[in-house]
């Protein structure tokens, strides 16, 4: 476990919890930002990281802070390792952070019940529990935009629409190559429902992280087994290995969809015969937006960014982005909310939940057509947006369709029965006895 300090310099992050000058202390709101690096999930971690970071640090030269008071931002390295992300958030919590950022489905998982004892919110960016969107249950939990679950029922609608309709599912053959790990585990529910539902086979294809750079087994069996389509959840070296085994094998492209974390180099990495490659996405790519510009301006041309310039504005960068875009918001909602400038967990946790993110709020945060419009409430901390398909043309990303609306009707009652069965199963899980300051 090792820290980073960020933002408004290392003499005085490193205050953040100490004895000494409590007075400084008071006038920082204190970040967490759990990243890795470092090791085989390197290529995903580090672009989300470089966004993560500078979008906050800009808000600190930019506007000093938020409502008046400075970010301390702090990067704990985790390795995408389940045993030190819980590491770091007990070397955190001491701290009075406002939030969490796990950046780990396996890290979120064990910290969900810590939360509502700890008064800190999580906040699990489109992973994590699919079911913890439900607030009226997981109160200190939020996971938006969309859950896993809304993404893999969006995957098999994309296909359905490819095959003429959800009826021409039937008898249809879906691999799924996931990470065999809780994220890849997470929608499996939902998919084999969707099997049911819709009459086609569902084939397994797991990949052990000890073996993400070496998947000639998988894809031998993906050459034996001709699934018709092939959905992805991968991460890391997993996703860049994937795309160059599909190419190798001669598997088509246009029929490899990926939930929305591949990125620019894992695309890249597999040639010309990459083109093709489709995954889902919420939000825009690029710097043509006024609050990148800023982040260059103030943060990148500086030198006071770990990402080079070209890399500004690539899929996963701008992911970090928007995370902390959420962050902020969440923030100054809490300031707004409860009149304080310095505010704490318990505080942000209602910011966060009075999210209302509309066309006019990211114009004037700089975002306009950066990402749909998205309100959170005291009973959906997710939106449940829709998302579109986006397909590699051998150098970026390219937008093919409209926004895909979830399967709200199948992906709803999987997921209120998996949040009712979480509480059922943890003894003694509390009742939501939170206020709501808004209409649900």
Same mark, same amino acid.
């Given at each position: ?14 205050? =953040? ?45 930019? @506007?000093?802070?938020?409502? $008046? ?37 396996? =890290?979120?998982?064990?910290?969900? *019940? #810590? ?16 079911? +913890? ?25 994309? =296909? ?9 599912? /039937? ?6 190559? &996931? ?17 049911? @539902? ?8 797991? %990949? ?49 969809? +990926? ?28 710097? !043509?937006?006024?609050? =990148? ?11 006071? +960014?770990?990402? +080079? ?11 970090? %982005? ?17 009149? /304080? ?7 942000? #946790? ?10 006019? #709020?990211?114009?004037?945060? $700089? ?13 959906? &901390? ?20 409209? *926004?895909?609306? *979830? ?13 009712? !069965?979480?509480?059922? /199963? ?15």
């Amino acid at each position: 476990m090792s820290f980073r300090k960020l933002g408004i310099g290392a003499a005085v992050a490193a205050l =953040i919890g100490a004895t000494a000058l409590p007075a400084l202390a008071q006038e920082t709101i204190y970040v967490p930002l759990f990243t890795y690096r470092t090791g085989p999930f390197a290529g995903s971690g580090i672009p989300i990281a470089n966004g993560l970071s500078d979008y906050l640090a800009m808000l600190n030269e930019r @506007d000093g802070g938020i409502g $008046g008071v400075k970010l301390a931002i702090e990067e704990c390295e985790t390795g995408y390792d389940t045993k030190k992300g819980v590491e770091c958030y007990e070397a955190v919590k001491g701290k009075n952070p406002v939030m969490v950022n796990p950046w780990s489905t396996g =890290i979120t998982l064990p910290l969900i *019940p #810590r939360a509502a004892v700890d008064k800190i919110p999580i906040l699990s960016m489109a992973y994590g529990l699919s079911a +913890s969107a439900r607030g009226d249950i997981f109160p200190w939990v939020f996971n938006p935009p969309n859950t896993y679950w809304d993404g893999a029922s969006m995957i098999i609608k994309y =296909i359905a629409d490819q095959e003429g309709g959800l009826d021409k599912l /039937k008898g249809k053959k879906i691999g799924y190559i &996931h990470l065999d790990a809780s994220f890849g585990k997470e929608p499996i529910p939902l998919l084999e429902q969707l099997s049911k @539902d819709f009459g086609f086979e569902l084939k397994m294809y797991p %990949v052990g992280a000890q073996d993400m750079q070496n998947q000639s087994s998988q894809w031998l069996s993906v050459r034996r087994d001709r699934p018709d389509y092939m959905i992805m959840y991968g991460w890391g070296a997993l996703n860049s290995t994937a795309i160059k085994e599909a190419v190798r094998i001669g598997y088509p492209m246009k029929k490899f969809i +990926s939930i929305w974390w591949p990125s620019e180099d894992d695309a890249r990495g597999a040639g010309d015969g990459a083109k093709g490659f489709k995954t889902l996405n919420w939000h825009a790519t690029g710097t !043509d937006f006024p609050a =990148i510009q800023d982040i260059i301006k103030h943060v990148v041309d500086k030198g006071h +960014s770990k990402v +080079s310039k070209d890399k500004v504005g690539e899929v996963l960068y701008n992911r970090g %982005v928007y995370n902390s875009m959420l962050i902020a918001e969440g923030i100054r909602n809490a300031q707004k909310l409860t009149g /304080k400038k310095v505010v704490t967990g318990e505080d942000v #946790r209602r910011g966060l939940e009075s999210i209302n993110l509309d066309a006019a #709020r990211l114009k004037e945060l $700089g975002f306009e057509g950066f990402a749909s419009p998205i309100a959170l409430s005291c009973t959906d &901390h997710n939106g449940h947006r829709a998302a579109f398909m986006q397909e590699w043309d051998g150098a970026k990303w390219v937008k093919i369709t409209e *926004p895909i609306e *979830p399967m709200t009707d199948h992906v709803r009652a999987q997921l209120d029965a998996a949040a009712k !069965d979480y509480a059922e /199963k943890n003894t003694g899980w509390p009742k939501r006895t939170e206020a709501c300051d808004k209409a649900s």
